[in-house]
């Protein structure tokens, strides 16, 4: 079955708009394993405007499900994570004047200083994602670094379907499905998110190499009118609608 992961980084954005400790993080995290999500993701930024350390404290301590620590390759996030040693580390690009992450990670570009940045990281067993975009020269360096995992990154492919533009949106699309193809291909592990939501999740989760949907923001946003049980129950069933 296809797993889903649910980013609950802007439950903190909402707690953090008024300083107060409402809402929290972890009680977040608990609706989503009630509501049978198989993963919490959480991006500790290097300005912390979400998710703070004391939520990802609070996550180690108290999960049941899986946390997906999203972090950039910095020594600062290196030293959290190897106190912390969560089941999964996704390293992502990161730019403090961005409103959220723009683009996937260079990996072909710092292929040798990733390797090493990612071998302790290994050792101390979290699983190392690349969040990236489809390109093969990405897919490949991902391989060979020795990550176990890349993360296709599906925010252009949900832009240009908010934009009504087709054309580019089915050649993302396109894209996508070739990428998965090659990574699993090289013995990767498939993930794919960034913009996902009701609306366009069905072509991305019928991508069959793809094992796992990290998706955050638009469920946090539908949870204000429905709930966030109700909103990650209403994803899952399109998940597995569009998986057949």
Same mark, same amino acid.
């Given at each position: 079955?296809?797993?889903?992961?649910?980013?609950?980084?802007?439950?903190? /954005?909402?707690?953090?708009?008024?300083?107060?400790?409402?809402? +929290?993080?972890?009680?977040?995290? $608990? !609706?989503?394993?009630?509501?049978?999500? +198989?993963?919490?993701?959480? =991006?500790?930024?290097?300005?912390?405007? %979400?998710? &703070?350390? @004391?939520?990802?404290?609070?996550?180690?301590?108290?999960?049941?499900?899986? !946390?997906?620590?999203?972090?950039?390759? /910095?020594?600062?996030?290196?030293?959290?994570?190897?106190?912390? $040693?969560?089941?999964?580390?996704?390293?992502?690009?990161?730019?403090?004047?961005?409103?959220?992450?723009?683009?996937?990670? +260079?990996?072909?570009?710092?292929?040798? @200083? !990733?390797?090493?940045?990612?071998?302790?990281?290994?050792?101390?067993?979290?699983?190392?994602?690349?969040?990236?975009?489809?390109?093969? +020269?990405?897919?490949?360096?991902?391989?060979?670094?020795? &990550? @176990?995992?890349?993360?296709? %990154?599906?925010?252009?492919?949900?832009?240009?379907?908010?934009?009504?533009?087709?054309?580019?949106?089915?050649?993302?699309?396109?894209?996508?499905?070739?990428? @998965? &193809?090659?990574?699993?291909?090289?013995?990767?592990?498939?993930?794919?998110?960034?913009?996902?939501?009701?609306?366009?999740?069905?072509?991305?989760?019928?991508?069959?190499?793809?094992?796992?949907?990290?998706?955050? =923001?638009?469920?946090?946003?539908?949870?204000?009118?429905?709930?966030?049980?109700?909103?990650?129950?209403?994803?899952?069933?399109?998940?597995?609608?569009?998986?057949?």
């Amino acid at each position: 079955m296809l797993r889903l992961g649910v980013n609950i980084d802007h439950v903190a /954005t909402i707690r953090n708009a008024r300083g107060t400790p409402w809402p +929290d993080p972890m009680r977040a995290a $608990k !609706l989503v394993e009630e509501a049978g999500a +198989d993963g919490i993701t959480a =991006h500790l930024r290097e300005d912390r405007r %979400h998710i &703070a350390d @004391a939520d990802i404290d609070a996550l180690m301590e108290g999960l049941r499900l899986p !946390l997906n620590l999203e972090m950039a390759a /910095t020594a600062e996030m290196q030293t959290i994570a190897l106190r912390h $040693k969560p089941h999964a580390i996704c390293l992502v690009p990161e730019k403090r004047e961005e409103r959220t992450t723009e683009g996937g990670l +260079d990996v072909a570009g710092n292929d040798n @200083a !990733l390797a090493h940045y990612i071998t302790p990281l290994r050792e101390a067993g979290s699983r190392v994602s690349m969040f990236i975009g489809a390109q093969p +020269d990405q897919i490949r360096a991902s391989a060979r670094i020795g &990550a @176990a995992v890349v993360e296709l %990154h599906t925010g252009a492919y949900a832009d240009y379907d908010t934009e009504g533009r087709i054309a580019e949106r089915d050649a993302e699309l396109a894209a996508i499905r070739e990428g @998965a &193809a090659l990574a699993a291909s090289l013995g990767l592990e498939v993930h794919a998110g960034h913009g996902l939501t009701f609306d366009n999740v069905g072509p991305i989760a019928a991508i069959p190499e793809i094992r796992e949907l990290n998706i955050g =923001h638009f469920l946090i946003a539908e949870s204000v009118f429905i709930g966030l049980p109700a909103a990650i129950r209403e994803m899952r069933r399109r998940m597995d609608e569009a998986r057949g």
